[in-house]
C-alpha cells in the first residue's frame, strides 16, 4: 500500500517519521517514493516493472525537490537520532513533509522524472540491443510516482 496523503488532515498517518538529528542543519523531507512501469517490447505481452526511489526536498527560500540524488540515499544510510521529538512537534513536521509531498510543483517534478527515467531506460535497452540479439523496439511507459513513506529530518541534539 502506498503512503495516504489525504489522511494527513485526519491526524495520524501511517508510514511517517520524524527525528532530531545532527546530520542536518536545516530541516529536510525524505520520502519513498515508487515508480511503475508498462514496458511493450515489440508484440510481446505487456511486463510491469517497478523502482524505488529516495525523493527530499530541504528546507529554506531556495529548497527544491530532487529525486533519487545520491547524497539523500547517503543520508538515509547513515542517519542516527540525536534526541527525541515531541509529539506535537513530530506531527508538525509530518504535516509540513505530507504538505510537500501534496505540492503541485512536487508532484510535476516526480512526474517528469519517472519519464526522465523511462526515456533512460528506452536509451539502455537501445545501446544493447545489438549484443543481446534483439532487433524489437521497446516502449516504456511510466505511472506517476506514488509514496511508500514519509520521513522528516530535524537539526538538533538531545530534548
Do not use: C, M
Amino acid at each position: 500500500l502506498a503512503l495516504d496523503l489525504r489522511s494527513a488532515e485526519q491526524g495520524s498517518v501511517g508510514r511517517t517519521g520524524g527525528l532530531l538529528t545532527t546530520a542536518v542543519r536545516v530541516r529536510k523531507s525524505l520520502a519513498i517514493g515508487r515508480i511503475r512501469y508498462r514496458i511493450q517490447e515489440g508484440s510481446a505481452p505487456e511486463q510491469f516493472a517497478e523502482e524505488v526511489v529516495v525523493t527530499g526536498y530541504q528546507r529554506g527560500h531556495t529548497g527544491t525537490w530532487v529525486a533519487n540524488h545520491p547524497d539523500w540515499v547517503s543520508l538515509v544510510e547513515s542517519v542516527t537520532p540525536s534526541g527525541n521529538l515531541s509529539a506535537t512537534e513530530r506531527d508538525e513536521a509530518i504535516r509540513w513533509a505530507i504538505g510537500i509531498l501534496n505540492h503541485a510543483e512536487t508532484q510535476a517534478v516526480a512526474t517528469q522524472f519517472a519519464h526522465d527515467r523511462a526515456e533512460n531506460l528506452v536509451a539502455i535497452y537501445r545501446r544493447l540491443r545489438p549484443s543481446l540479439g534483439g532487433a524489437r523496439e521497446i516502449r516504456v511507459d511510466p505511472y506517476a510516482p506514488d509514496w511508500l513513506g514519509g520521513y522528516v529530518l530535524v537539526p538538533g541534539g538531545v530534548r
